[in-house]
């Protein structure tokens, strides 16, 4: 129904930048929240950062370093990443709350496949 696919990810060295896209395809009506998460080896996955109706929010580990934006014409999120540290390391995958033109009124999620992203010390 939704496809999303993930472009950016990398390897960085410590104090870098990376910019992560997410682009959003196929049967979609409305798209709402869009949002980041991330997972490392051995960790849960971790919500990044969102962009909705109600504004933006971020992890307390990355505030002030990453900015999550969106191109709603391109159906696209982004994740502008500086300052990167060996501890920002793992996939980060795309999450878009979003109806389908088959099904208008209901909401669901879609993930992207995962963008990895290695930051060396």
């Known amino acids: 129904q939704v496809q999303l696919v993930e472009s950016g990810g990398g390897l960085v060295q410590a104090g870098g930048s990376l910019r992560l896209s997410c682009a959003a395809s196929g049967r979609i009506f409305s798209i709402d929240d869009m949002a980041w998460y991330r997972q490392a080896p051995g960790n849960q996955r971790e919500l990044v950062a969102l962009?909705?109706?109600?504004?933006?929010s971020y992890a307390d580990s990355v505030k002030g370093r990453f900015t999550i934006s969106r191109d709603n014409a391109k159906n696209t999120v982004y994740l502008q990443m500086n300052s990167l540290q060996p501890e920002d390391t793992a996939v980060y995958l795309c999450?878009?709350?979003?109806?389908?033109?088959?099904?208008?009124?209901?909401?669901?999620?879609?993930w992207g496949q995962g963008t990895q992203v290695t930051v060396s010390s």
């Open positions: 962009i909705g109706s109600g504004g933006t």
């Open positions: 999450n878009v709350r979003a109806t389908t033109t088959t099904s208008r009124e209901y909401y669901s999620a879609y």
